[in-house]
T-cell receptor
Framework: QQQVKQSPQSLIVQKGGISIINCAYENTAFDYFPWYQQFPGKGPALLIA?????SEKKEGRFTISFNKSAKQFSLHIMDSQPGDSATYFC?????????????FGKGTMLLVSP | NAGVTQTPKFQVLKTGQSMTLQCAQD?????MSWYRQDPGMGLRLIHY???????DQGEVPNGYNVSRSTTEDFPLRLLSAAPSQTSVYFCASSGGGLAYGYTFGSGTRLTVV
């Protein structure tokens, strides 16, 4: 059972455009929703994260929008640049013996064309 | 540089061989985990540890063993490699009680023939 569903699988955006990646979750026990960015040959790196008590968080060109009632959250990349071309993973965590394990979506491969 | 170090970066195994993927972190993080990454499947949790001497299974633990004798090291053992274990393996660590700010290693690309 996939607990975090991510779409689209791939995305092509022109330079300067807005990239939007969506995720939906099923388990209401999730309490933390990070996004990771991964460049080829590298490990994922934390990009931005949100808790369910806020509806939006912005860091530079990256914004997370969170809809608790719909159990959905999305990543918006404003003024997308070729350097943003990477694979993006949404994730969610839930308490487990005092620590939380991360459940990842399947990833979105973003290509920003020059 | 501080962080998570994985070795080797690449490995080719024959079916039935065993090997250990090494993971070390120098951030004094209590929480460490192993993920495998396959095309179109995202990152799936294999095993994790909440501290020295404590390990637990994740989503896809079959065929893998782990142990945590020190805070710094969290090796992943393949007992009898199978082609289905061909994947990229990532080790990650976190210092918090929740999954905040996982730090990932650069990965080990394993091919089983």
């Amino acid at each position: 059972q996939q607990q975090v569903k991510q779409s689209p699988q791939s995305l092509i955006v022109q330079k300067g455009g807005i990239s939007i990646i969506n995720c939906a979750y099923e388990n209401t026990a999730f309490d933390y929703f990070p996004w990771y960015q991964q460049f080829p040959g590298k490990g994922p790196a934390l990009l931005i994260a949100i808790r369910p008590d806020v509806s939006e968080k912005k860091e530079g060109r990256f914004t997370i929008s969170f809809n608790k009632s719909a159990k959905q959250f999305s990543l918006h990349i404003m003024d997308s640049q070729p350097g943003d071309s990477a694979t993006y993973f949404c994730a969610a965590s839930m308490p487990n013996s005092g620590y939380s394990t991360l459940t990842f979506g399947k990833g979105t491969m973003l290509l920003v064309s020059p | 540089n501080a962080g998570v170090t994985q070795t080797p970066k690449f490995q080719v195994l024959k079916t039935g061989q065993s090997m250990t993927l090494q993971c070390a972190q120098d951030m004094n993080h209590e929480y460490m985990s192993w993920y495998r990454q396959d095309p179109g499947m995202g990152l799936r949790l294999i095993h994790y540890s909440v501290g020295a001497g404590i390990t637990d299974q994740g989503e896809v633990p079959n065929g893998y063993n782990v142990s945590r004798s020190t805070t710094e090291d969290f090796p992943l053992r393949l007992l009898s490699a199978a082609p289905s274990q061909t994947s990229v393996y990532f080790c990650a660590s976190s210092g918090g009680g929740l999954a905040y700010g996982y730090t990932f290693g650069s990965g080990t690309r394993l091919t089983v023939v």
